[in-house]
């Protein structure tokens, strides 16, 4: 029993961790005061963005880290990166110190280092202490990782609503602060128990309600996140989103209670027949449908070779488009995937092609926000804009468990739920082109939020039903790389696009050229919003070539279900 708390306990930790190591999507926030103070163009801002996003190029430094350290060690390796990353920005910022570009460059590289750091750190606390909820653990806890921005706008108004350098410090002291507040939960890990299907069932009711306390508190940073000028109600709204935090913590005696309840009045509280309820073999321990892969084969008569099955007789011929649905595609879910096979696989590099023409620019456009807004006169709204994203990134980052949640009433393949959540960001952008207003700002801006964080959290769960759950920490390592080179492909456009017509208009203002008016950005929305057809397109046809394996396993899971 002692040990279920403490796993809990461990979860709200990870809650904790995530929850303010999402610095980089408050880069907007201070880009335009950095911008300034360096005296550089809006192609050399792009260039920090882009080190800050390099951090998942080094992801499998934290794996290496990990061979060698504890987790604690490696936790306050992450923790420390982060300070002196942004620690030292700001103090270039304030103008207490004064350093190269390149040093900047570097600096900001290494806190995005720091980032991909605290996210290794969370996903082994979440596969270790939660295997039979894996992808609800990792849904919860990435989700607050989108939910950053909006927490450092509260803390930054409570402090000091007019400096926008406040973010920087903040960034590097409060991941400290919080992997301080972890320490002892990590230290005290529990015993790696299996859970009985009646202690799945606990764990699954109790995902439920941490859930509905996460869209809770989603909502209410939605709310008063950037509505606190004044400082001291921001101190108490901040305050409030921090007992909100704090509130989960609750769970251990929810656990103890319930045991309580059902040794002693069973009868009453029985939830046998609900009808919610996940079954005990999870999404990332798909790697036991290895064990039908013999009986498949003679059942079918086919040669299966790495996962697809080639016929053996000949037959009628495929069209265009059913040649290239069916062609090489998988026919199981959860086989292990090397490296060298992976990148041989056109379904890896449709994965790619949807998460590089999707989240990735999502993830550019939240870098851009400073600018955006103040190239059409909304320069005032950035931190609402900023924390508007954040919010609805974390809203998208909780949609992403509800295939789990939903799956005994609708059933839908997880490559399925993928396209549906990237058709927000062609619409986003296509209304932002066509219309520069405020609103169409607002309402695109909480598209692009919503989309992104839905792929950013699903993609975890999506990698290792496709690639293996034993391979995820390199699979999906790679799979990322698409981070940096979108930041630096996508960032580079929009930085090009928007000092062509700064210079034409000749805005100056400091040491900086800025751009006013839709047309500094309208081309860009133009190619994003196009670029983002493409990833719609390219995960459209991921979900026709993997649907068959989702139905195979789905027939296979729910007859494994009645027989037990």
Known sequence: MAGQSRKWMILVATIWIQAFTGTNFDFSAYS???????????????????????????????????????????????????????????????????????????????????????????????????????????????????????????????????????????????????????????????????????????????????????????????????????????????????????????????????????????????????????????????????????????????????????????????????????????????EEHPAWLLVRRLDFWLYYIAYFCGGTIGLVYSNNLGQIAESIGQSSNTTTLVTLYSSFSFFGRLLSAAPDYIRAKIYFARTGWLTIALVPTPIAFFLLAASGNGLALHISTALVGLSSGFIFAAAVSITSELFGPNSIGVNHNILITNIPMGSLVYGVLAAVVYDSHASSSLNIITDSVVCMGRQCYYLTFLWWGCLSVLGLTSSLLLFLRTRHAYDQFEVKRISTTLVY
């Open 32 to 334: 335009s005061d950095l911008k300034s103070v360096l005296g550089i163009s809006q192609v050399q801002l792009n260039y920090l963005a882009v080190a800050s996003d390099l951090g998942k190029v080094f992801g499998w430094s934290s794996g290496l880290a990990l061979m060698y350290f504890p987790l604690w060690v490696v936790l306050f390796m992450a923790a420390f990166m982060g300070f002196f990353g942004y620690g030292l920005q700001w103090l270039v910022i304030r103008n207490i110190i004064s350093l190269p570009y390149i040093l900047v460059f570097l600096l900001c590289l290494l806190a995005g280092c720091s980032i991909c750091w605290f996210n290794t750190v969370c996903f082994v606390l979440c596969i270790k202490n939660f295997s039979a909820n894996r992808p609800l653990a990792l849904s919860l806890t990435i989700a607050f990782n989108g939910v950053s921005a909006a927490l450092y706008t509260l803390a930054g108004n409570a402090i000091d609503s007019s400096s926008d350098a406040i973010y920087l410090l903040l960034n590097a002291c409060i991941p400290l602060i919080s992997s301080i507040a972890a320490l002892i939960p990590i230290l005290r890990q529990p015993s790696l128990d299996p859970l009985p299907l009646d202690g799945v069932r606990r764990d699954s009711i109790i995902f439920l309600i941490l859930n509905f306390l996460s869209i809770l508190t989603g909502i209410y940073l939605l709310i008063f996140g950037s509505n606190s000028s004044d400082e001291t109600r921001a101190r108490l709204l901040f305050g409030g989103a921090i007992f909100l935090l704090i509130f989960p913590l609750c769970i251990p005696g929810i656990v103890y209670a319930r045991e309580w309840f059902h040794r002693t009045i069973h009868s009453s509280f029985s939830v046998h027949g609900s009808g919610f309820m996940l079954v005990d073999v999870e999404d990332l321990e798909l790697h036991k449908e290895l064990l039908t892969r013999e009986s498949s084969y003679h059942d079918n008569g086919d040669e299966t070779v790495y996962g697809h099955t080639r016929k053996k007789s000949g037959g009628e011929k495929d069209g265009c488009c059913d040649t290239m649905v069916k062609k090489d595609r998988l026919e199981m879910l959860g």
